[in-house]
């Protein structure tokens, strides 16, 4: 088996996928030649309360407008549960898997889920929160965190997830960005058997930031039973307010191009940005690309494995597998606790059919050799997934020879926050696969590549990644910066969405997604902005300046690599780069935290003043061949003594 081989479509997908090979060629060209008609009839998919008559309205330029099934109203809860209770009220829509295999799992039909959000709509309206206020939601992956999206959608509250793993600075930025009414969170969160003090980390966000005033309620969920405070007036049990209401509550008729969610994301420069997501567009996008990417089938049980924090849970956990009456599995844990079988047992136990998954957990689990997997049936598992970076060949290799048996396809998917679904990935009964890439746009997608002048390139190219037509899941803005929206995304190529991502197109027509082009890496499939860590190691007393990079590694594909040149006076040494790494994780967590951080007596710049970031990088990949033209530096020698003092562990 070789990297390069390819892997044709089984016979038996080939005549059984929802999409073929001859019916991909003309659904695509038919997306592209005629979206309207295209996207009209694919709109139909879901209950609209009055239905759609204009489907698309798009411009990518001047002020960039993105509307779609303008005219449409629905309530995204009632298309993901109320629609399913005629049908498959008593069939589980999430399956709950906990952090510990001794822990009971849970298995909640769509009936009891229904039950559930109308309650958790009710207590939100007794607390006042109304349509279009923005709700935070601090949660560990339980089934309450599904819940609270849904009840949010339900009453038209805006919600905003932000990761578990956020520290109370991070959390205190995202409530106050986007002037939160509530937070809903958790009293502990539970990974790998340790606890996670999320109440407490909301307490601190909210206490030692004034701007986060706005919140008037806390909605605590008694999850491990951890102790904690409770500021009387503002937290209440959320157990105890659910149980004073009806389990029924109507849903609120939004507009499709009303916001569904604002969901924060890493950029190059500055501060993340509220990545706004629509209702209509943003569902009818979800839904789709999970069914056909997938080839979801009706009874199935699907596994993603990515955290609600993220935009995959949102789109591939929550929307689109609910709004399709999916059993959708979601796990509390981590891949390796209690030890390396977890996934492989949890999918016996479950018996689940499609699994997706991260690079970085494949790689980590690879690391551990075949045993812990082969020890284990995965005789249900019919589809693979994989999405976060790119994933190398021996990764995928590993993937589909040993988690798969050689006998299950992989769709490696690639997408972004900002896409709200699957731009380019196999439709696996479709597309033969090549390990590595991410194969061939859906329907609607029009990817371009340029060249650094803006140039469009034909045939075998490689180059920049634009995309230029919209499609319905796109982002409509970034919350409250519309400016910033057009900048960052339509500005570098006019016309065009351009997507951060260097990118190659093979003489078959496949793409091969390269990695970011900007200063944004990718560490263990979480994006992290360069600017945002150098800006929280520079708030250290004893850091003068910070240059942070990305270099490859083993596991998490991308590793932090950073440059600190300290105050005059202070010294560098172990203590205070773990002072330096603590730090981090309180102003960021633990995700931004450096895999490497130098102490460099200077860093590398122009005369202007300008940090050469390309010689940075070179050193961190420990490539000192290729540093290009350093006569620029105002003081080349520099180079050199970050070279013998670079970093190895
Ligand atoms: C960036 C987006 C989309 C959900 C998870 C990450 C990289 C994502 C792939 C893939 C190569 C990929 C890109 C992209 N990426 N999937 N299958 N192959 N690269 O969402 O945090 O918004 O990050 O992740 O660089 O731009 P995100």
Known sequence: MTASEIF????????????????????????????????????????????????????????????????????????????????????????????????????????????????????????????????????????????????????????SVVFGGFSPEALAGRIEDCG???????????????????????????????????????????????KVEMTPGRDVWYDEECAKVAADCPPEEMSAEDPLFILYTSGSTGKPKGVLHSSGGYLVYAALTHELVFDYRPGEVYWCTADVGWVTGHSYIVYGPLANGATSLMFEGVPTYPDASRF????????????YTAPTAIRALMREGDSPVTSTS???????????????????????????????????????????????????????????????????????????????????AEGNLCIAESWPGQMRTIYGDHKRFVETYFSTYKGMYFTGDGCRRDADGYYWITGRVDDVVNVSGHRMGTAEVESALVAHPKVAEAAVVGYPHDIKGQGIYAYVTLMEGEEGSDALRAELAKWVRQEIGPIAVPDLLQFAPGLPKTRSGKI???????????????????STLADPAVVQSLIDNRQNR
């Open 8 to 159: 044709p479509v089984p016979a038996e997908l080939a005549a059984s996928a929802h999409v073929n090979a001859a019916r991909y060629q003309e659904l695509y060209d038919r997306s592209l030649s005629d979206p309207e008609g295209y996207w009209g009839e694919v709109g139909q998919r879901l209950d609209w309360i009055k239905p759609y008559t204009e489907v698309k309205s798009t411009s990518f330029s001047g002020d960039v407008k993105i509307r779609w099934y303008e005219d449409g109203t629905l309530n995204v809860s009632a298309n993901c549960l109320d629609r399913h209770l005629a049908t498959r009220g008593d069939q589980v829509a999430i399956l709950w898997e906990p952090d510990s295999p001794e822990t009971p799992h849970r298995a909640i039909t769509y009936r009891e889920m229904h039950g559930e959000v109308c309650r958790l709509a009710n207590v939100l309206k007794a607390r006042g929160v109304k349509r279009g206020d923005r709700v935070t939601i601090y949660l560990p992956m339980i089934p309450e965190a599904a819940y609270a999206m849904l009840a949010c959608a339900r009453i038209g509250a805006v919600h």
């Open 180 to 226: 939160s009414a509530c937070v809903i969170t958790s009293d502990e969160g539970l990974r790998g058997g340790k606890p996670v003090p999320l109440k407490a980390n909301a307490d601190q966000a909210l206490s030692t930031h004034a701007a986060t005033a706005h919140v008037h309620t806390v909605l605590v969920v008694r999850h491990t039973g951890g």
């Open 344 to 355: 492989w047992q949890a999918i016996d136990k479950h018996q689940v059919n499609i699994f």
């Open 378 to 460: 995965r005789a249900s598992l019919r589809l693979l997934g994989s999405v976060g970076e790119p994933i190398n060949p021996e990764a995928w290799l590993w993937y589909h020879r040993v988690v798969g048996d050689g006998r299950c396809p992989i769709v490696d998917t690639w997408w972004q926050t900002e896409t709200g679904g699957i731009l380019i990935s196999p439709l696996p009964g479709a597309m033969a696969l090549k390990p590595g890439s991410a194969t061939k746009p859906f329907f609607g997608i029009k990817p371009v590549i340029v060249d650094a002048e803006g140039v469009p390139l034909e045939g075998e």
């Open 612 to 630: 050469m970031r390309r010689i940075l990088r070179k050193i961190a990949e420990n490539d000192y061949a290729n540093l290009g033209d350093i």
